[in-house]
């Protein structure tokens, strides 16, 4: 459903995404993760058409975003960090607006208007002036205004920044719903949000690829070489006679605990699963295990490793994706470090399509 094919976008001797390729198959949700300044916003805004790469190419639907601009946006919904709502109209006038600005069939507006704020629960709200509705039913709005057209992709920057507790619920619970019938591309900042919501996960650092898959596959990888503790009912001599010497273990430790029992630590070869040996061996060997037990990776663990090379991770970086002017969200503000002039952008790479 989306393509990505070595996409770059340069401002002056920054390279805010370099090189990136991944697809995303019809369906689901897939979560974009990546510290400050990896270039999430900015390939997000690439994808939507928002903003012209320096190179490589977007497909959506099958239909490239630069060659066949139309056919593709008609697939694309929309919701930026910072929703592009008009606070002095209502939700049904400014969804009525943005359903005419999509083209949508003037015998069909009511009925779409009405759809989606169904689909997004803004019916009770949908004569109030957006101005004076909380931050979450605004997200609504946002939400609501990419779902006019019933488009195949659903992009999401950042959906539930700024939310209070009760509020992130309620969109993590719209966005599942969202995953059932359209292809979610959801970025977020909120790892735990990622894991709960997303089937798949795109890691992002210094605006290149770092992983692409599930978030079970990602951490069973890390816990791959996570020590292994066994409490067993021996003494050293005997613990070291029972496990010293298995295979695809680089090191162990020998700790006596008391009463007759001994703590080992063991070490396993990168990507070896040594349990079940361990099991074996103190069973030919009758040496009780009394507990058996292997650290297992988070995705926190996970996202921390794959961006351990990139500062933004830890906040100190140039941020490619902010939005107050600097490089990444293809405003008329955009600067580049060291006072660099920004490269000249031909229109349809400031032009913006609702």
Request: glycine letters at 10%.
């Amino acid at each position: 459903m989306i393509e990505v094919s070595h996409l770059t976008k340069r401002y002056g001797a920054h390279v805010a995404v370099s090189d990136l390729s991944f697809t995303i198959e019809k369906g689901g949700i897939t979560g974009f993760l990546g510290p400050n300044g990896a270039g999430k916003s900015t390939t997000m805004n690439m994808i939507a058409g928002c903003l012209g790469p320096s190179e490589g190419t977007v497909r959506v639907g099958g239909f490239d975003v630069l060659g066949e601009p139309m056919k593709a946006r008609e697939k694309i919904g929309y919701l930026p960090e910072l929703p592009p709502l008009y606070a002095d109209m209502t939700p049904r006038e400014y969804l009525n607006f943005v359903a005419q600005a999509r083209r949508v069939p003037r015998a069909k507006l009511a009925q779409e208007t009405e759809r989606a704020m169904e689909r997004t629960r803004l019916c009770d709200v949908a004569d109030r002036l957006i101005a004076n509705l909380s931050k979450g039913y605004r997200q609504r709005v946002g939400i609501a205004q990419a779902l006019l057209g019933d488009p195949e992709v659903v992009l999401l920057d950042e959906p539930t920044v700024g939310l209070d507790p009760q509020q992130i619920i309620e969109i993590r619970e719209l966005i599942r719903d969202l995953g059932r019938e359209h292809t979610v591309l959801l970025s977020s900042h909120i790892l735990s949000e990622v894991q709960v919501v997303c089937d798949r996960i795109i890691i992002l650092a210094r605006g290149k690829l770092a992983a692409s898959d599930t978030a079970e596959h990602l951490e069973a990888l890390l816990s791959g070489g996570a020590p292994v503790r066994v409490l067993l009912r021996a003494d050293e001599t005997a613990a070291r006679e029972a496990l010293e010497g298995l295979a695809q273990v680089e090191s162990a430790s020998f700790s006596p605990e008391g009463d007759g029992c001994t703590r080992v630590e063991l070490t396993p070869e990168s990507g070896a699963d040594v349990r079940e040996a361990i099991f074996y061996r103190c069973a030919e060997t009758r040496t009780p295990i009394l507990e058996m037990g292997q650290s297992r990776a988070s995705l926190e663990d996970v996202f921390l490793e794959l961006t351990a090379d990139d500062p933004g991770a830890r906040g100190d970086s140039y941020d490619g994706d902010s939005h107050d002017g600097t490089p990444g969200d293809g405003r008329p503000g955009d600067r580049t470090p060291e006072g660099e002039k920004p490269e000249e952008a031909p229109p349809e790479e400031t032009e913006v399509i609702l």
